[in-house]
C-alpha cells in the first residue's frame, strides 16, 4: 500500500541553524510529492512540490528539497531557520485511483525553533 | 483571487446531532477534496468531487457523504455525530488535472460533546 513516513515526530532546532525533515515513501509508480507547513488553527499552505525532471526542488520561505528514487526519500531542507518557521511540516505524495486525486499524507513533524 | 473558504470555522455539536459543513473553493476550481484531521489519526482523505461527481472517496463509514453543487462549491454532511468525529476538517480546491497542487482552506474545527 502506498504509504508516507516522516520519522520525527518533534524536531528543536536554534535559529539560524539549518534544518533537515525527512520523509520517506512508498509508492509503485513515479511519485508527485509535496512539502505542506500547518501553523496553529490554519489549514495547510504549500511549500513545495516535485512532478518530474530536476531533483532538487525549490520552495517558497527558503526551503528546498530533494527527491532521491534510491531512497524513496524526498527531505526537506532549509540553510537557516527562522523563528517563523515553527510549525508542524507534512510531507505527502498523490495518489491516483481511476482518474481521481487523493493526497496522502505523513504524520507530520512538528518543528520548535529556539531563540 | 480569494483563497478557499470554510464555513462555520467552530462548531460543537452533541452526539447523535448530524452537521453541515460548507467549503468554496477557489474561483476557476472544479475539484474539491475533504480531508479528516485528528492528533490519533492524522491527516486522511474523505472524498474527492469533480464537476458535482464523487471522483474518488476515502475509507469512512457511510455516515459521512458529501456533495458539489454546479458553482463548484461543496458541502460535507456527517450524521449521528460520534465522540471521534471531533476533528479539524479540512477542505482544498485544485484544477481539473489530476496533478494540479491543492489549495486548503483553514478548515472547520468540529467538537462533539
Known amino acids: 500500500a502506498q504509504s508516507v513516513t516522516q520519522p520525527d515526530i518533534h524536531i528543536t532546532v536554534s535559529e539560524g541553524a539549518s534544518l533537515e525533515l525527512r520523509c520517506n515513501y512508498s509508492?509503485?509508480?513515479?511519485?508527485?510529492l509535496f512539502w505542506y507547513v500547518q501553523s496553529p488553527g490554519q489549514g495547510l499552505q504549500l511549500l513545495l512540490k516535485?512532478?518530474?525532471?530536476?531533483?532538487l526542488v525549490q520552495g517558497i520561505k527558503g526551503f528546498e528539497a530533494e527527491f532521491k528514487r534510491s531512497q524513496s526519500s524526498f527531505n526537506l531542507r532549509k540553510p537557516s531557520v527562522h523563528w517563523s518557521d515553527a510549525a508542524e511540516y507534512f510531507c505527502?505524495?498523490?495518489?491516483?485511483?481511476?482518474?481521481?486525486?487523493?493526497?496522502?499524507f505523513g504524520t507530520g513533524t512538528q518543528l520548535k525553533v529556539e531563540l | 483571487k480569494a483563497g478557499v473558504t470554510q464555513t462555520p470555522r467552530y462548531l460543537i455539536k452533541t452526539r447523535g446531532q448530524q452537521v453541515t459543513l460548507s467549503c468554496s473553493p477557489i474561483s476557476g476550481h472544479r475539484s474539491v477534496s475533504w480531508y479528516q484531521q485528528t492528533p490519533g489519526q492524522g491527516l486522511q482523505f474523505l472524498f474527492e468531487y469533480f464537476s458535482e461527481t464523487q471522483r474518488n472517496k476515502g475509507n469512512f463509514p457511510g455516515r459521512f457523504s458529501g456533495r458539489q453543487f454546479s458553482n463548484s462549491r461543496s458541502e460535507m454532511n456527517v450524521s449521528t455525530l460520534e465522540l471521534g468525529d471531533s476533528a479539524l476538517y479540512l477542505c482544498a480546491s485544485g484544477g481539473a488535472s489530476s496533478y494540479n497542487e491543492q489549495f486548503f482552506g483553514p478548515g472547520t474545527r468540529l467538537t462533539v460533546l
Open positions: 516535485y512532478f518530474s525532471g530536476d531533483t
Open positions: 505527502a505524495v498523490y495518489i491516483l485511483t481511476g482518474g481521481g486525486n487523493k493526497l496522502t
Open positions: 509508492y509503485g509508480a513515479t511519485p508527485y
